[in-house]
């Protein structure tokens, strides 16, 4: 069983930035395609981004892109969301999760963190 525990949440101000860490256990990291979701309240949970297995190949929702950057550690087991130039619409619950493919990644989910950006 893969267990995903998110960590780097927190609150800033408009325009800071955060870096999330979805630290991973249980099974095999590098096989495992990776991406990042987020829900705020109200809303339903929405793609932010994902990364290959070996992190050569990344993808973005347009109201990311350019501002975070995915990136995965293979040694480490561990995920990363680099976010900058943050906007009070970013906050939310952000998730991470595993899957076998770029379509396919709900197979394990965190637990989530929370982001909170301030105007």
């Known amino acids: 069983q893969v267990q995903l525990v998110e960590s780097g949440g927190g609150l800033v101000q408009a325009g800071g930035s955060l870096r999330l860490s979805c630290a991973t256990s249980?099974?095999?990291?590098?096989?495992?395609?990776m991406g990042w979701f987020r829900q705020a309240p109200g809303k339903e949970r929405e793609f932010v981004s994902s990364?290959?297995?070996?992190?050569?190949?990344?993808n973005y929702a347009d109201s990311v892109r350019g501002r975070f950057t995915i990136s995965r550690d293979n040694a480490k087991n561990t995920l990363y969301l680099q976010m900058d130039s943050l906007k009070p619409e970013d906050t939310a619950v952000y998730y991470c999760?595993?899957?076998?493919?770029?379509?396919?990644?709900?197979?394990?989910w965190g637990q989530g963190t929370q982001v909170t950006v301030s105007s």
């Open positions: 990364i290959s297995w070996s992190g050569a190949i990344t």
């Open positions: 999760a595993a899957g076998s493919s770029k379509r396919k990644l709900d197979d394990y």
């Open positions: 249980g099974g095999t990291f590098s096989s495992y395609y």
